[in-house]
Nanobody, 121 residues
Framework: QVQLVESGGGLVQAGGSLRLSCAAS????????MAWYRQAPGKQRELVAS???????NYADSVKGRHTISRDNAKNTMYLQMNSLESEDTAVYYC???????????????WGQGTQVTVSS
């Protein structure tokens, strides 16, 4: 009923920048919280940053001051601007969204398919 599509991943040198996008489509009434997660090889998936509908944000300590999460509610799209990238940022990045479907009384959580970010040192 809802699709989340990430884009913007790729290969970048350490110190460089990338901008990830996550576009949601489907039977959406509105979206509450959205978030970026990442999973590096051999590690558990971890929260990178989250943003609520009002624009309040939360960041993992490892990305504070380097990455910025934002969203466009009119477009049902979320972004992650990643600056000063480090090799430790290498991972598959996933977006998630708590979506209120049309004619629904509660949110459902959806996930994107992931986009690879590789930072070369």
């Amino acid at each position: 009923q809802v699709q989340l599509v990430e884009s913007g991943g790729g290969l970048v040198q350490a110190g460089g920048s990338l901008r990830l996008s996550c576009a949601a489509s489907g039977r959406i009434w509105f979206i509450n919280s959205m978030a970026w997660y990442r999973q590096a090889p051999g590690k558990q998936r971890e929260l990178v940053a989250s943003i609520d509908r009002a624009g309040n944000t939360n960041y993992a300590d490892s990305v504070k001051g380097r990455h910025t999460i934002s969203r466009d509610n009119a477009k049902n799209t979320m972004y992650l601007q990643m600056n000063s990238l480090e090799s430790e940022d290498t991972a598959v990045y996933y977006c998630s969204a708590d979506v209120r479907l049309l004619a629904s009384l509660r949110d459902s959580t959806y996930w994107g398919q992931g986009t690879q970010v590789t930072v070369s040192s």
